[in-house]
């Protein structure tokens, strides 16, 4: 609630919205869903065409805006300036990376408080960072706030450390209800069991270079088990032609895009593995829903919230990014012990439910909104005031009066 007791208008920006898929899309979702309880929302987003289109979708008030083109996987939409700007809200929240929107925010220059949730650095466009770089430190350097992930992530980001005094440490949460036993088609589990097993290893993600998909593959030479790829993306066929060459095409298996029934995939498998070996993979909530159904995880330690999410020696085992030996070695410790792996996979669980929950996720955003309408309300107000006292004094004396104008002056410094 505001101070005179109205709800706090909140307009989220993100690249798409659900059904479309990625890490950005879930986490809006999922906040989304949480903070409509609390808050007047409204999410800006680009269509995946050429049209406008207003929806409500589970509850929330969804504007996708015509995408004109796609410019290193960011979506160019015209119109985005003009919809921030018509927009009323108390906070603007911008999901970044997000170079079109971010300039589309600085160029509305919305009226609300800006709050940025930092997904991720950008990694490989390094020519358009080049570019960019200049209007995002204008972009920081006007918000009240910037939402990080994991410690790890604020230490080891070039951008975040500039800002450090602006970060505020909020984990990305899912509802691990969502996941259940409860929930679990079992005779969909065992088929799957009777189609991939008995000892099945999940990545979910998309198929892009920074994933480190073809690691894993190459690590398949060394398990005996069947690898469940669940995804869609660009190195699809280069990824399939290594599992070819490396001898282990019998043991990987990709299964493309699972809309529905994911749960069943997770609670049919052994082991997940999530082996990124880059920057861009900045937390990892496919391990959040894979330790929520209680199955251990194999990630890598790069300098970022992955290692963060799952532990070490706790909730599976963390190797370096880029070694197929080492995450072959860690996969085949855990297939061969299924007491390690209920071990691994029960901490897992109660590490999900207890620490990244998406309604304390969601409270602590919530939090951090009516601290930063606060400060900004203050700042306006004490603004305000100043400029109310030097009009006043200026009236009072006249332009040609030079020793009072250096009073006045050396008041205001």
Not at 110 to 116: S, T
Not at 134 to 160: D, G, K
Not at 369 to 378: A, D, L, P, Q, W
Request: hydrophobic share 45%.
């Amino acid at each position: 609630m505001t101070s005179n007791g109205r709800r706090l208008r909140v307009l989220q920006i993100g690249k798409y919205f659900a059904p479309s898929r990625g890490g950005i899309e879930s986490h809006l979702r999922d906040l989304c869903m949480e903070l409509r309880k609390s808050v007047d929302l409204k999410v800006i987003v680009a269509n995946d065409s050429w049209r406008r289109e207003a929806a409500s979708i589970e509850g929330i008030d969804v504007l996708r805006l015509p995408r004109a083109m796609t410019l290193a996987s960011a979506p160019i939409c015209p119109a985005m300036i003009g919809s921030i700007r018509r927009e009323k809200a108390d906070i603007v929240h911008l999901h970044l990376p997000n170079p079109a929107a971010a300039i589309a925010c600085l160029l509305a220059r919305p009226a609300g408080a800006l709050v940025i949730t930092w997904h991720s650095d950008i990694v490989r466009q390094r020519r358009l960072v080049r570019l960019y770089r200049p209007l995002e430190r204008l972009l920081l350097r006007r918000c009240a706030a910037i939402v990080a992930t994991s410690p790890a992530y604020i230490a080891s980001s070039q951008v975040l450390t500039r800002y450090a005094d602006r970060c505020h440490l909020i984990p990305f949460g899912i509802s691990a209800e969502q996941f259940a036993e409860n929930l679990v088609d079992h005779s969909m589990v065992r088929e799957l069991r009777q189609r991939f097993g008995p000892r099945i290893i999940l990545s979910v993600g998309r198929l892009v270079h920074y994933k480190g998909i073809k690691f894993l593959i190459r690590a398949m030479s060394k398990v005996d088990a069947k690898l469940v790829i669940i995804g869609e993306g660009p190195l699809r066929v280069e990824l399939e032609r290594e599992a070819t060459s490396n001898g282990a095409s019998g043991r990987v298996v990709f299964l493309g895009e699972i809309d529905d029934n994911l749960i069943n995939y997770y609670h049919a498998s052994d082991v997940f593995a999530l082996p990124s070996c880059e920057r861009s993979e900045a937390f990892g909530i496919v391990q959040l829903e894979a330790m929520a159904c209680g199955i251990p995880v194999v990630n890598t330690r790069i300098d970022t919230g992955v290692p963060y999410v799952s532990q070490d020696g706790v909730t599976g085992f963390t190797v370096p990014p880029r070694s197929s030996d080492e995450m072959a070695a860690a996969l085949n410790r855990l297939l061969d012990n299924p007491e390690l792996r209920e071990k691994m996979g029960r901490a897992g669980r109660a590490r999900a439910v207890n620490e990244f929950g998406i309604a304390e996720m969601a409270a602590q955003t919530l939090d951090l909104y009516r601290s930063v309408v606060g400060t900004e309300k203050s700042m306006r107000v004490r603004t305000g005031a100043a400029s109310v006292t030097r009009d006043h004094a200026r009236a009072s004396i006249g332009e040609d009066a030079p020793a009072q104008q250096q009073a006045l002056r050396a008041s205001r410094d």
